[in-house]
């Protein structure tokens, strides 16, 4: 069954963002930005979920749960670029260096470096993001079930993810429904730092139905 | 201080930041205008905006401002014009 998430689902959300974030790899952006682990910039995310920021992608009205026997076995993260007249990624930015200022300050030349890979989102384009399963869950089908129950929804919308090159699982999903690599920007600095488990970034696009 | 004149001080702080003396201060300038507006040079000019103009903008108060009209109606809000 698949529902829209709520607060009750912070821990599993939160989960789904951790391990969305290491893509398949053994790093945590997060901590090689701001030296935060998962247990310590979890209170961070929670506070931004609780500030309900419009437009923003970590709010609890952006996030859909498919659950099995009672249990949240999948979750994914999806809106529309643009639709509050903010790019996503400008809002994440802003607020997390609102509430995190001494280590955004301290970032700044990381940052710089992951800016270099950076693809802007395509306005209109309905954004999926932080797709996860949980390990108890793989192979049944759970993130098919509720990719497509995003494009149920967004009928007749372009639909975009973006992912790590590295991330060859993910991308072979994501190509098996229907979405086709537009664009890959790549800076070997990336690995070199130790800030993204890969140092290509994936666009990807499925247009509608 | 009047609106022009915030116009005129947010000029340079533009060409800097975004490393383009083409850009021209307008109400509807926004990221989609600028190709060097990014989620980084965008919180860039915020600090420089702030420290030329002594203020501090409040999280809602930045993620309502969807272009440089409604900055510099803050502005004009904080210095208390």
């Known amino acids: 069954m698949i529902r829209q998430a709520s607060h009750q689902d912070f821990d599993f959300i939160y989960e789904a963002i951790v391990q969305s974030e290491y893509s398949g790899g053994d790093i945590f952006p997060y901590e090689s930005l701001f030296g935060m682990k998962p247990a310590e910039f979890k209170e961070t995310v929670f506070n931004i979920f609780e500030e309900e920021i419009d437009g923003m992608p970590w709010h609890y009205e952006h996030w859909y749960i498919n659950e099995l026997n009672g249990h949240a076995a999948g979750a994914l993260c999806s809106w529309v670029e643009g639709s509050d007249g903010l790019s996503s990624d400008l809002l994440h930015a802003q607020t997390l260096s609102f509430l995190l200022p001494a280590q955004w300050q301290a970032a700044k030349i990381k940052l710089e470096s992951l800016s270099s890979v950076t693809i802007p989102r395509v306005n209109g384009f309905v954004q999926l993001e932080h797709l996860y399963t949980s390990q108890d869950f793989r192979g049944r089908g759970v993130m098919r079930e509720l990719m497509q129950f995003i494009f149920e929804t967004y009928s007749g919308k372009p639909f975009e993810i973006q992912v790590l090159k590295g991330n060859i699982k993910a991308v072979s999903l994501y190509e098996y429904m229907g979405f086709s690599v537009q664009n890959e920007k790549c800076n070997p600095a990336i690995k070199n730092l130790a800030l993204l488990s890969s140092d290509c970034k994936l666009q990807l696009t499925k247009q509608h139905e | ?81």
């Open chain 2, 1 to 81: 201080m009047n609106r022009e004149e915030i116009t005129s001080a947010l000029s340079p702080i533009f060409h800097r930041v975004f490393n383009n003396n083409e850009i021209i201060i307008t109400d509807d300038l926004n990221a989609e205008k600028v190709d060097q507006w990014d989620s980084l040079t965008h919180l860039n000019m915020i600090a420089e905006v702030e420290k030329h103009f002594e203020i501090k903008f409040k999280l809602k108060e930045l993620i309502g401002m969807k272009n440089v009209g409604d900055m510099i109606d803050l502005i004009l809000q904080k210095k208390g014009v």
